[in-house]
């Protein structure tokens, strides 16, 4: 049985940034990549599709944002450290 799959073509930059944890203060490094897809369901403000440099400027800008968050490691954004128990 063959089954069919619309694979869009993808826009996809990986992040990376080091720093101390803005919540346990260790030092960590995280990476992260950002992945848009090109279809025609994301479209401009004024409905067209949008292309691949577009696509790209949301890529950019996504990974902005995430560079202009608080850094937080692994471990605490997962929720695993000890100093955090409720008492
Ligand atoms: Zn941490």
Redesign the pocket.
């Known amino acids: 049985m063959a089954t069919y799959r619309i694979v869009f073509d993808t826009v996809k930059e990986g992040f990376s940034r080091s720093g101390r ?1 803005s ?2 203060g ?1 030092y ?1 490094k995280r990476r992260t990549t950002i992945e848009h897809s090109i279809n025609p369901y994301n479209v401009t403000k004024d409905g067209r599709p949008k292309g691949r440099s577009e696509v790209y400027k949301d890529v950019l800008a996504k990974g902005a944002e995430w560079e202009a968050k608080p850094l ?2 692994r ?2 954004e997962e929720g695993k ?1 000890d100093d955090q128990q409720t008492t």
């Open positions: 944890c919540v346990c260790k960590c937080v490691c471990a605490c450290t």
